[in-house]
């Protein structure tokens, strides 16, 4: 099953036998057993049996708690595993290391030219021309071999991140939705609130990766450090925002799986969320993308989303342990 997502106001999660229940008035809204799920994801007010935590953290098992605006609140999950040779190797290349600049032009390249990719297929499915859009992105990617300094490497994901939001409204085939600029605290449109909706999820996704393989999420190379933020999981999650989250969401919006009456105003902050019933969607589109499979170009064989994040994290390992030369940012075709 993947991940579970509890999207029920004051639900009652609790555990009997080998099988995680979920009830809302006494009535039973979901019962699945653990030995299915890779994590659990609670929207809003949930109350969790002291039973079904013990369980959850027996099993390694990250419980995630997101708001109904879908801002990532924390998580509670075991401590970290025991190899300590992969944080020691994760340490001693933070900085401006040849190492962490290695990895940071991986993270950069990964997402720019996957974000190229995206408006390339735009481009050959339809007669609008984006090819200005992605000379930018293919201007920003040109210098990232031959520069040798994490700021200016900030500067060039910047710089191509802003031609492909630039254009982010062409990709959008339907009326009803209109993107302008990207808006994150707090989103102020629908398309905003997929978009940001979707980060937190992958978020989830990507730092369970990570503690998986046994790195500290908090120290990251292209993210800088800050008191409370995930920089690791923040950084991994780059290559994979066009391929999963931006995928789910133009998908969402151009089949036409979510209308305006989906999203809702809070009429003091003008924050934009989508309702119970749209949120029940996106996470359905959202898990199915996770499971969907590709050919993975650097292992030769078939995975899916959910297996990649953690398939990087390993690469990742890989180049600082000196166990290979490179790593190898993921990019599809």
């Known amino acids: 099953m993947g991940t579970v997502y509890v999207t029920q106001d004051d639900a009652f999660i609790g555990k009997a036998d080998e099988r995680l229940h979920v009830k809302f008035e006494k009535k039973t809204i979901l019962d699945v057993p ?9 929207f809003g007010r949930a109350t969790i049996s002291p039973a079904a935590i013990s369980e959850l953290l027996e099993r390694h098992i990250p419980l995630t708690f997101i708001n109904e605006k879908g801002h990532y609140l924390g998580r509670l999950e075991p401590e970290v595993t025991k190899n300590i040779f992969v944080r020691k190797a994760q340490w001693q290349a933070a900085g401006e290391s040849p190492k962490a ?21 735009r481009q050959r499915e339809s007669t609008i021309d984006l090819s200005a859009y992605i000379t930018r992105i293919e201007q920003a990617i040109s210098p990232i071999d031959s520069t ?21 409204n062409q990709l959008i085939r339907n009326e009803n939705f209109e993107f302008k600029k990207r808006v994150r605290r707090p989103p102020t449109d629908p398309v905003n609130s997929l978009l940001s909706f979707g980060y937190s999820l992958l ?44 995928a789910v969401v133009l998908s969402a919006l151009n089949k036409q799986f979510l209308t305006p009456g989906d999203f809702v105003t809070e009429p003091l902050s003008n924050a934009v969320s989508l309702t119970p019933e749209g949120r029940k969607t996106f996470l359905k589109l959202y898990e199915q993308k996770k499971q969907s499979d590709f050919k993975h170009p650097v292992m030769g064989r078939k995975c899916t989303y959910q297996e990649a994040f953690e398939l990087q994290a390993r690469l990742l390992a890989k180049y600082l342990m000196d166990e290979t030369d490179k790593y190898p940012p993921l990019v599809l075709k």
């Open 148 to 168: 040798h300094n994490i700021p200016s490497l900030r500067g060039l994901e910047g710089a191509g991140s802003g031609a492909y939001f630039g254009c982010f």
């Open 101 to 121: 600049i290695h990895i940071v032009q991986g993270f950069v390249r990964g997402k720019l030219k996957n974000y190229r990719q995206t408006l390339a297929r």
């Open 203 to 246: 978020r989830h996704d990507v730092q369970s990766a990570v503690n998986i393989v046994g790195f500290d999420p908090y120290l990251g190379y292209l993210h800088c450090d800050r008191y409370g933020r995930p920089s690791l999981a923040l950084d991994v999650m780059e290559e994979f925002r066009p391929l999963v989250v931006d």
């Open 34 to 42: 653990l030995l299915k799920i890779d994590g659990v994801v609670v």
